[in-house]
């Protein structure tokens, strides 16, 4: 098995792994108490986890590293970027805005703010923080 093929096989465990958990936090949660949870990351940028809030902190990783992977595979590489220089360019101010995008799979917003940030890193005029 190649490396490309071990880290395919891997993301798609995270994956699997990750819906099985959403699904889980769906069919347990009201809409309230998801609604809740969501902003509550959106506004911190952290899965409320533990035992009040239903959330086993393993799977908020495994969630956390999915949407991570989701991001890095299928968004910015196709622009050339990576985490790292993807998030050079990124305003604290738009995490949130980001974090809601993320939390909805709104990822055409990723998209755009990407294909901006490659852009102007090619032309020389990218924000950098």
């Known amino acids: 098995m190649t490396d490309d093929e071990k880290e395919e ?8 792994m990750a819906d099985q958990s959403l699904d889980r936090f769906r069919d347990t949660h009201s809409e309230a108490q998801q609604q809740f949870i969501v902003d509550a990351y959106v506004e911190t940028g952290e899965i409320l986890t533990g035992e009040g809030y239903g959330i086993d902190e393993v799977e908020a990783a495994v969630v956390e ?14 622009h050339g970027l ?18 809601r995008a993320a939390a909805k799979g709104e990822w055409h917003v990723f998209h755009g703010h990407a294909q901006a940030i490659a852009a102007a890193r090619r032309d020389g005029s990218a924000y950098s923080e």
């Open 9 to 16: 096989k891997q993301h798609a465990e995270f994956v699997r």
């Open 82 to 99: 990576t985490l790292a220089t993807y998030f050079e360019h990124v305003d604290e101010a738009d995490y949130p805005a980001l974090r």
């Open 65 to 78: 590293t999915a949407f991570t992977q989701h991001l890095d595979r299928n968004v910015l590489r196709q």
